[in-house]
């Protein structure tokens, strides 16, 4: 069943009006530096405006399979919710295993005076099957010693191994592989040269000194990011789920691998395990939304330009496609996905869906103007059209009708921003993330 968009009647080419001696500057400075691609991508993205949203034909968020309508919330989450989580279970994301019975969690290291003396820090080995041996992975925690009581906790993977997201010399080097094209990296393994490589990402003392907690993982613990048939990562302990077209892909494990760090925090006295945040940036940041859509624990999912896949709608023709990612990243989602490559305008679900299962809890979705591959107006869309489940709980959504302009955040049940610059995250980004938290989780 579909609806057809249409966003308050207005014309997309006036929402992104460009003045066009300003867009030959830009082409310009694009093509004195060299950047072919980057050009091409500016030209298509903003000629991509022109797409008329009004004929965009997405499945209907409240409508049941058998076509009746649903009211309310009651209906949501005893019917509609479950249909929607089975049919991406089936058809994109692949099944997932249930948690470990024989899991345990082992603290390796532990400083009550880490970071000059403001925060505790605890490094925990998740063994997965309870051997020393077997499958594991480290979680990194970061707790503000200023506060005497349970606190909140953001929780997310990082790309480098847990080492590369701050200079602290204490963080075990991550002996897990790691792509040899990234910068301090030996046949593929880390060395010193990639401490704290990454910490303009994390903001770990900012985050301490406003009363969160702060938890990553490398994600690469859980699986390494590249195509080997499932050998690599914890869908070897799994056999029996890859036999099938709906099988344990890389983005569920990477969400599997985030509900267990959420089960180590139920154990933890000095973690609100009830506020915790899941966050991730680009990929990590479809791994978050499938955690949070997936695991009903998670107090909050923040999903950082995570683009196609993540909070991006497949049916805005703009940014990366179904082809392009069964084809570079055939590993990110199960085998049943590859049948919907160049059927993007007539897929029979999408990720406002996806962004649905996360209400009535509150979601923030950030963009970026100039991060093309990961299309903000398909982003703004996906938000603005899970927005129907959001009011079955009485919730406002995203209080706003029109994409916001650039730098101009929203903080609805649903919030959002589209930055200006490029894919990253930033501090900006960080600011708008720990306001929406003060707002919804209440320290």
Known sequence: MYTCVQL??????????????????KILKIMSKGFLIILILSI??????S??????????????????????????????RPEILEVFKQQMYGQSPERPEKMIFRLIEKDCRALNGIATRKQIRVL????????????LLYLPNQVKHPVPLFVGYN??????ISNDTAINITRSWI???????????????????????????TILKRGYGLATIYAGDIDPDF????????QASYPELQKKEDNFSTMAAWAWGLSRALDYFETDKAINNKKVIVYGTSRMGKATIWAGATDQRFAMVISNESGAGGAKLFHHLQGENIAQICKNFPHWFCHNFRQYAGKDS?????????LALVAPRPLYVASAQGSYITDSYGEFLSTKYAEPVYRLFHNKGLTLKEMPAIDHPVFGQIGYHNRSGGHDILPYDWEQFLRFVDIYLHR
């Open 179 to 205: 792509s040899n094209k990234t910068k301090g990296v030996i046949n593929n393994q880390a060395t010193e040269a990639t401490r704290g490589m990454a910490a303009s990402a994390w903001p770990v003392e």
């Open 128 to 139: 997965f099957d309870g051997r020393t041996e077997g499958p594991y992975m480290d979680i």
């Open 227 to 234: 195509d080997d048939g499932f050998k690599n990562g914890i």
């Open 44 to 49: 298509s993205y903003f000629i991509g405006f």
């Open 51 to 80: 797409q008329d949203i009004r004929s965009m034909q997405l499945p209907d968020v409240l409508r049941l399979n058998n076509g009746t309508l649903i009211h309310n919330s009651h209906q949501w989450i005893t019917k509609r």
């Open 346 to 354: 007539i897929l029979p679900f999408d990720q406002h869906m996806v």
């Open 8 to 25: 308050n009647g207005a014309e997309p080419k006036k929402l992104f009006e460009l003045n066009s001696e300003k867009m030959k500057v």
């Open 159 to 164: 790309y480098a191994g847990n080492q590369s």
